[in-house]
């Protein structure tokens, strides 16, 4: 079963506005990491965030992770048309052969 | 990075008729294959894990027998579906972690498209 809620499930913005999602999780991660995916396309893997990491950057994206509170935010600065697509994070169980779980994720509209 | 395709892009069939989707590494050799499930709107929900030379391990409610594994080698791996029904229509993904590559790290395949009549 999912083990990660994303929220909120669909955002609509104007081009520059921030835009964030987030995520929380159930159980302990070795790992947790964001997705895009355009309508009918593959993943693009975007960022990894370590479970000992608090915050990563990458170009216009912030990714945060609270161990405490089992959530993660993903944040995309600055945002462009071309930024609309649905965004996943996906956690990585510890152990047995590695398991990514995919929340449910955010469907993101960026109007020029 | 690590390339990983799928075949074919997209297959349309009859009720009934069995399809095998295909996943291969272009790059490296696979130590673990991933076959995911996506239906419209929603998120991926992993089906199986294969290993090369072993049986697949199936999640939860996914029917061994009606969704068949094959990982025949370290670059390919298939998903058959038999006797496929409307209600199989769904983007079928995989993805595979590779040997001397970072194995918190899965590669995904452009996906297969497959929509039952």
């Given at each position: 079963?999912?083990?990660?809620?994303e929220?909120?499930?669909?955002?609509?913005?104007?081009e520059?506005?921030?835009?964030?999602?987030n995520?929380?999780?159930?159980?302990?991660?070795?790992?947790?990491?964001?997705?895009?995916?355009?309508?009918?396309?593959?993943?693009?893997?975007?960022?990894?965030?370590?479970?000992n990491?608090?915050?990563?950057?990458?170009g216009?994206?912030?990714?945060?992770?609270?161990t405490?509170?089992?959530?993660?935010?993903?944040?995309?600065?600055?945002?462009?048309?071309?930024?609309?697509?649905?965004?996943?994070?996906a956690?990585?169980?510890?152990?047995?052969?590695?398991?990514?779980?995919?929340?449910?994720?955010?469907?993101?509209?960026?109007?020029? | 990075?690590?390339?990983?395709?799928?075949?074919?892009?997209?297959?349309?069939?009859?009720?009934?008729?069995?399809?095998?989707?295909?996943?291969?590494?272009?790059?490296?050799?696979?130590?673990?294959?991933?076959?995911?499930r996506?239906?419209?709107?929603?998120?991926?929900?992993?089906?199986a894990?294969?290993?090369?030379?072993s049986?697949?391990?199936?999640?939860?409610?996914?029917?061994?027998?009606?969704?068949?594994?094959?990982?025949?080698?370290?670059?390919?791996s298939?998903?058959?579906?038999?006797?496929?029904?409307?209600?199989?229509?769904?983007?079928?993904?995989?993805?595979?972690?590779?040997?001397?590559?970072?194995?918190?790290?899965?590669?995904f395949?452009?996906?297969?498209?497959?929509?039952?009549?």
């Amino acid at each position: 079963s999912q083990q990660g809620e994303e929220d909120p499930q669909a955002l609509s913005i104007q081009e520059g506005e921030n835009a964030t999602m987030n995520c929380s999780y159930k159980t302990s991660i070795n790992n947790l990491q964001w997705y895009r995916q355009n309508s009918g396309r593959g993943l693009v893997h975007l960022i990894l965030i370590r479970s000992n990491e608090r915050e990563k950057h990458s170009g216009r994206l912030r990714v945060t992770l609270d161990t405490s509170k089992k959530s993660s935010s993903l944040l995309i600065t600055a945002s462009r048309a071309a930024d609309t697509a649905s965004y996943f994070c996906a956690t990585l169980h510890i152990g047995g052969y590695n398991k990514l779980i995919f929340g449910a994720g955010t469907r993101l509209a960026v109007h020029p | 990075g690590a390339v990983v395709s799928q075949h074919p892009s997209w297959v349309i069939c009859k009720s009934g008729t069995s399809v095998k989707i295909e996943c291969r590494s272009l790059d490296f050799q696979a130590t673990t294959m991933f076959w995911y499930r996506q239906f419209p709107k929603q998120s991926l929900m992993l089906m199986a894990t294969s290993n090369e030379g072993s049986k697949a391990t199936y999640e939860q409610g996914v029917e061994k027998d009606k969704f068949l594994i094959n990982h025949a080698s370290l670059t390919l791996s298939t998903l058959t579906v038999t006797s496929a029904h409307p209600e199989d229509s769904s983007f079928y993904i995989c993805s595979a972690t590779f040997s001397g590559l970072p194995t918190d790290t899965q590669y995904f395949g452009p996906g297969t498209r497959l929509t039952v009549l």
